[in-house]
């Protein structure tokens, strides 16, 4: 056999080698695929909807340093979690999140502003910064209902932001949205409006209060400062 023929046989054996072993490999990939994942079965437990959602654990442990210390720092291996003061709307979300990593742009102006809050307050406490932060965000831009039978008033907003499971943050967003309808109102039933604050709220509003008055009124004498140097320079 001359060299060169010698060559070309090395050189299809190699092929026929490499060949075989990526044909070993994407059987290895599609059987590992197919390996059972572990599952958590997570209960919500909230009013009359209860609801139960199959989790990957792998999957809930990545995203969540919460759960992934409650599935780690077991003795033994958990198969279920119940949680009793989440609702399973609000749960569901945080589910498809996992699964898709997004939040359902499309449907961000369709959902009333108190959903967001309690997915923010969600994503918050199973520690998933990313989520929680996205999320703050737009309820920073969404404005309660002004119908009375929405669920999804200020006050429900209010309320919700200065309950159990509010924040600071939800609490500074509740004192926003409520200063912008208090002057939108222009004074007008400032003795109802006030009553109608939830507890703990009448102080964090009159500090936003003093803090605005105080901001306009060095505005103010700024432009005033501004408007006499301006006319001493024009004499």
Same mark, same amino acid.
Do not use: C
């Given at each position: ?13 190699? /092929? ?19 390996? &059972? ?29 919460? *759960? ?5 720092? /077991?003795?033994?291996?958990?198969? !279920? ?36 809050? =309690? *997915? ?5 406490? *199973?520690?998933? !910064? ?13 404005? &309660? !209902? ?27 967003? /509740?004192?926003? =949205?409520?200063?912008?309808? *208090?002057?939108?109102?222009?004074? =007008? ?17 009159? =500090? ?28």
């Amino acid at each position: 056999m001359t060299i060169l023929g010698i060559l070309l046989s090395t050189l299809t054996v190699q /092929a026929i080698i490499q060949t075989i072993q990526d044909y070993r490999q994407l059987i290895s990939n599609a059987l590992s695929s197919r390996t &059972p994942q572990p599952v958590i079965a997570i209960v919500v437990d909230h009013g009359v909807n209860r609801q139960t959602f199959v989790i990957h654990k792998n999957l809930i442990s990545r995203h969540s340093p919460f *759960f992934n210390e409650a599935l780690t720092s /077991a003795a033994d291996e958990i198969q !279920s979690m119940t949680l009793e003061d989440v609702e399973a709307k609000i749960f569901g979300l945080f589910v498809h999140w996992l699964y898709t990593e997004a939040k359902k742009k499309s449907q961000i102006h369709s959902r009333p502003l108190i959903e967001w809050a =309690k *997915f923010y307050s969600l994503a918050h406490r *199973f520690q998933v !910064s990313k989520l929680a932060d996205s999320l703050l965000l737009e309820v920073s831009w969404l404005d &309660p !209902s002004d119908d009375p039978h929405s669920g999804n008033t200020l006050q429900d907003f209010q309320s919700y932001a200065y309950g159990i499971h509010g924040n600071g943050l939800l609490k500074e967003q /509740a004192v926003g =949205k409520t200063m912008k309808v *208090f002057l939108a109102s222009k004074l =007008k039933g400032i003795d109802e409006f006030i009553t109608a604050l939830p507890d703990g709220m009448l102080a964090d509003f009159m =500090k936003e209060m003093s803090q605005r008055w105080l901001r306009d009124r060095i505005e103010l004498e700024e432009a005033q400062q501004k408007l006499e140097q301006y006319e001493r320079a024009e004499h």
